[in-house]
């Protein structure tokens, strides 16, 4: 019993890292249940045993990668053993580097959501509950600090909303931002490097963290 639990398991990643791909490649409406079957080594009646259809596919993926970007950051808010600084410039440091190992993610996400709006409601399913705990949590450390005049009061939903936009944009522009300023840089991986660090002083900077 065990070692089929094991197997199923195992195909079920198979399939899903395989999906993942060909959906980064090539978009939803250009993925092939078949060419995801091929490249997880199963066949194609068993790829439909695991998940029935493409959109079931895609919304597992999305669903996946919203939650492990949620923990990620939570982790970081949650930790009570920090100072509020500490707690922000590990959040803008996690969420950096969680789309720097997802490169594509970002750009994939925003052309399917105009593509077809409907994909939308799949992310709702699954921010709402990762955005209000984050929110409200940072929200109330952030009240707590400058009530004590250790910080600006700011709006938190804001805040995220600079978190997410100053760390997604040089993923998304990597293109005209690499043309642009290539040549000063020994490659884009050193101008990332230090664009993370400006992203976290930033932030910081608008709290007036002191």
Not at 76 to 84: H, T, Y
Not at 94 to 115: G, Q, Y
Request: aromatic share 8%.
């Amino acid at each position: 019993m065990g070692k089929e639990y094991s197997q199923s398991q195992d195909t079920e990643t198979r399939i899903l890292r395989a999906a993942e791909r060909e959906f980064l490649e090539k978009g939803f409406a250009g993925a092939r249940t078949a060419s995801i079957a091929e490249a997880a080594g199963v066949t194609h009646a068993m790829l439909h045993y695991y998940f029935r259809t493409k959109d079931k596919l895609f919304e597992r993926i999305v669903s996946e990668k919203i939650n492990m970007l949620g923990d990620i950051i939570l982790s970081a808010i949650g930790d009570d053993n920090l100072p509020l600084e500490e707690r922000i410039r590990q959040s803008v440091e996690r969420h950096f580097d969680f789309i720097s190992s997802n490169r594509d993610l970002p750009r994939f996400i925003v052309n399917e959501v105009l593509a077809r709006p409907e994909h939308v409601d799949i992310m709702k399913r699954n921010i709402p509950a990762i955005v209000s705990s984050l929110l409200s949590n940072l929200q109330r450390e952030i009240d707590e600090y400058a009530a004590r005049g250790l910080c600006q009061r700011v709006d938190a939903r804001m805040l995220l909303v600079d978190i997410v936009s100053l760390n997604v944009f040089p993923f998304m522009a990597a293109p005209i931002v690499y043309g642009a300023l290539g040549d000063a840089y020994k490659d884009y991986d050193e101008f990332l490097a230090i664009r993370k660090k400006e992203n976290v002083e930033t932030i910081l900077r608008k709290l007036k963290i002191h």
